[in-house]
């Protein structure tokens, strides 16, 4: 007695290993059928013993390859029929074009085996890969996924690979990029003027170089990153000073696990999420006395660590004997980063001493991606090599939307039915560079999901360069979404949620229907609308720009604000540090209201804390501030500074005048400024609790949304957290969307559909 079962499956389940899979297991019970790709993913038949059907279908989702994602397995029972064997079946063109592309993958322990073994036929090789593992987004021209519509067309497969290629046994059935020493691409050193530089072997010679300090370009997955030795100081300057990047941190691979040990303390959860085939930059505690140089990550309590992932990164490890290498973007400052040969010698050049490329073109930009864990959970802080283009799955299907995000961290959001495709990271977009990237993604995401959606949406601000691209897109239905209804749509995107919510939407700059800059609101709101329920009362902003890169500028608008030309009485470091003649041209300006736009930002609160306190008064990144603000806390600390609630006209305001003014008789009583910013933070947290307990009593309203960069704060954001759940709150927060601006494109698409589905 047999049975016939027809499953479908879908998901993640093509360009990943799934049907050879399939194929081994459905051997393993002994079943007659076949499986063929379909649009949705993979439809299999099996035939076979009741009980050995039923196995299978156990064993089906939960043996799956890692890389796949099933979304749904639907089994019905169908006519038994003739023919024995299991075949994989060629799938028809029509359906394989609208297949979700698999993300890039880390080189998968099969082939790191390999890759050392001497005995294997590609020991070495720099491009050794599998269909479990491997370049994919970043080398896809167009779909459908197979080799032609790839930067590996240009390699025939020798008669070794082909073999492997057509075996549906064989772990490198139908793995597009597969290739070897005879057929594959090649690795070669070149000088910083572009030079060719003939070499036994290139990857030792990067080495070599690396070791005795220099600065090489490394060709990886999603473009080229500048290395150098992390535990080289003198290395790590050049390299800062080459890059015009002051302090910010740069990130770290390490050899392997026990190197991340050594420099950082790892949690178990830690060292799952370093050895994900993802291979995200983990953000982790630094071990005190790390061997790391202080130049990777000066003043900075945490170092973005991640392993190595494709076999390129292996070898140059094994080579050159280093157990750290800075990886950074290949790119000056905030542009793009390079991808190609040239465009990298080009755009490089002064930056890199050495470049260490290949043949095998990257057709996609695409960054590392960074996460941290807090309150138990992994959040994504830029979303992009190894995630995109995996989509974020809805609730349900909406219309057709292109998101085109924000102005820094941008992102794009195309919604397609039940998913939300974000894009890689793009970048800020104030240069040409970004802007041309910024067209390519919107571009490609349309091409490869095949769709043109009618609706747009993006931000309110007219001067955003993502905005002005969205209205210059003439015959399409163009939303405009406020930016913190945006970041609280994705936060309930990302949930699940329907309704009205509480939303705490803080962070450093967005756009008001009133044309303030906002950003420290609570909203009530849905996908469709949302009221401005609470906010920090405004502030100018002296100087605009200027007043981000120069915190103290946000401490002056403060201390004016509380008590107005006295302040310059108070014994604060910022009076005795910034020279008088600039204080008294910022007074001016907030006296005048000249070129002082009015703000409520958290952000910027943020700032003038760590300026009131001596901490910062100038920055070199963005958020460095706030960021240190939040490592000199003082845990054990559990007073709390104290906000003036009042409510006017129905929206309640939060006035830190009582803050500001308890922060200044702190500092002049020699408060260590470790306690004064533990205080700070703890006062934010009660505030916002308040103001959410007052907006559940008004609305009847139990559920809290929180985002935006501010809640990048992994304290702010687990202490709102608890105080909100001891109240009896349900808290929901961001993880697999950032909460910064680089998941606001989520949220745009969605009230976009939502807009467009009710209207
Ligand atoms: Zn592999
Ligand atoms: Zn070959
Ligand atoms: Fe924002």
Not at 276 to 293: D, F, K, M, N, S
Not at 306 to 333: D, E, I, K, Q, W
Not at 600 to 626: H, K, P, T, W
Not at 629 to 635: F, H, I, P, S, T
Request: hydrophobic fraction near 40%.
């Amino acid at each position: 007695m047999s049975v016939r079962k027809r499953v479908d499956v879908s998901g993640i389940v093509q360009g990943v290993g799934f049907r050879p899979y399939v194929y081994r297991l459905a051997a393993e019970y002994d079943l007659a059928g076949h499986i063929i790709n379909t649009a949705a993913g993979v439809t299999i038949e099996v035939q076979g013993e009741p009980a050995a059907v039923e196995q299978f279908l156990h064993s089906l989702p939960r043996r799956a390859p890692e890389i796949s994602r099933i979304i749904d397995v639907r089994a019905a029972e169908i006519p038994c029929r003739g023919g024995a064997g299991f075949r994989i079946l060629a799938s028809a063109k029509s359906e394989s074009a609208r297949t979700l592309i698999s993300p890039d993958v880390a080189l998968c322990e099969d082939c790191l085996r390999e890759l050392f073994d001497p005995a294997d036929r590609r020991c070495g090789y720099p491009f050794i890969n599998c269909t479990n593992c491997g370049p994919r987004f970043t080398i896809v021209r167009s779909i459908p996924y197979d080799r032609p519509a790839t930067s590996m067309s240009l390699f025939a497969m020798c008669a070794h690979c082909q073999a492997e290629y057509d075996d549906p046994g064989n772990r490198r059935f139908h793995a597009q990029p597969n290739a070897c020493w005879d057929c594959g691409p090649q690795v070669e050193l070149r000088a910083r003027d572009g030079r060719r530089i003939t070499a036994d072997d290139p990857i030792t010679s990067a080495g070599e170089h690396l070791r005795a300090g220099a600065v090489v370009a490394v060709k990886g997955l999603g473009g080229f990153h500048l290395a150098a030795d992390a535990e080289n100081g003198a290395a790590l300057e050049r390299l800062r000073e080459r890059k015009q990047r002051v302090e910010k941190p740069f990130a770290v691979m390490v050899a392997g696990l026990a190197a991340a040990r050594e420099f950082c303390v790892l949690e178990a959860e830690d060292e799952g999420l370093l050895v994900t085939p993802q291979r995200p930059i983990v953000l982790l505690e630094r071990r005190p006395g790390a061997a790391v140089a202080d130049a990777v990550a000066p003043r900075n309590r945490q170092l973005g660590i991640f392993l190595p992932y494709t076999p390129l990164h292996h070898l140059l490890f094994a080579r050159s004997g280093l157990r750290a290498l800075v990886m950074t973007s290949g790119n000056l400052s905030e542009e793009p980063i390079a991808i190609g040969n040239e465009e990298a010698i080009t755009r490089l050049a002064g930056l890199a001493d050495f470049f260490l490329v290949h043949n095998r073109d990257i057709l996609l930009r695409c960054d590392d991606s960074v996460v941290r864990r807090t309150g138990g959970r992994v959040r994504q802080v830029r979303r992009s090599r190894g995630f995109v283009p995996a989509p974020i799955f809805l609730k349900e299907d909406l219309p057709a939307v292109l998101a085109v995000g924000g102005e820094l961290k941008n992102t794009v959001c195309l919604l397609k039915e039940r998913h939300a495709f974000l894009s890689q990271h793009i970048g800020d977009l104030e240069n040409a560079e970004s802007y041309g990237f910024f067209q390519e993604a919107v571009e490609h995401l349309q091409r490869i999901l095949e769709v043109r959606p009618e609706i747009i949406a993006c931000d309110l601000h007219p001067d955003y360069l993502s905005t002005k691209w969205a209205y210059e897109q003439t015959g399409l239905r163009l939303t405009g979404v406020q930016h913190h209804h945006a970041h609280i749509a994705s936060c309930m995107a990302e949930n699940h949620l329907e309704g009205q919510v509480i939303g705490l939407a803080l962070d450093g700059t967005g756009y008001g229907t009133d044309g303030h800059i906002w950003g420290g609101e609570a909203l009530v709101a849905d996908y469709v609308n949302f009221e401005r329920a609470a906010h920090l009362e405004y502030v100018p902003l002296p100087g605009g720009a200027a007043a981000i890169r120069e915190p103290w500028r946000m401490a002056v608008s403060y201390l004016w604000r509380r008590y107005g030309p006295r302040w310059e009485a108070l014994p604060l470091p910022l009076v005795r540090e910034i020279p008088a003649k600039k204080i008294t041209t910022v007074v001016q300006m907030i006296g005048r209201g000249v070129n002082s736009p009015l703000t409520s930002s958290a952000g910027r609160l943020f700032d003038a804390v760590a300026a009131l306190i001596g901490l910062r008064l100038e920055v070199n990144y963005e958020a460095q501030a706030a960021i240190e603000l939040e490592m000199c806390r003082d845990a054990a600390e559990k007073g709390a500074y104290g906000f003036g609630i009042a409510e006017k006209n129905g929206v309640i305001r939060l006035d830190p005048d009582p803050v500001v003014e308890a922060i200044v008789e702190d500092v002049a009583r020699g408060t260590p400024t470790g306690v004064v910013s533990q205080r700070f933070h703890n006062g934010v947290s009660v505030a916002l609790a308040e103001v959410a307990l007052r907006l559940r009593h008004r609305t009847g309203l139990n559920r809290v949304c929180l985002s935006g960069g501010t809640f990048q704060n992994a304290f702010l954001a687990e202490e709102v957290e608890r105080r909100l759940q001891t109240e009896g709150f349900e808290v929901y927060g961001q993880s697999d969307v950032p909460a910064n601006d680089g998941g606001l494109s989520l949220g745009q698409a969605v009230v976009a559909a939502h807009r467009a589905k009710s209207a």
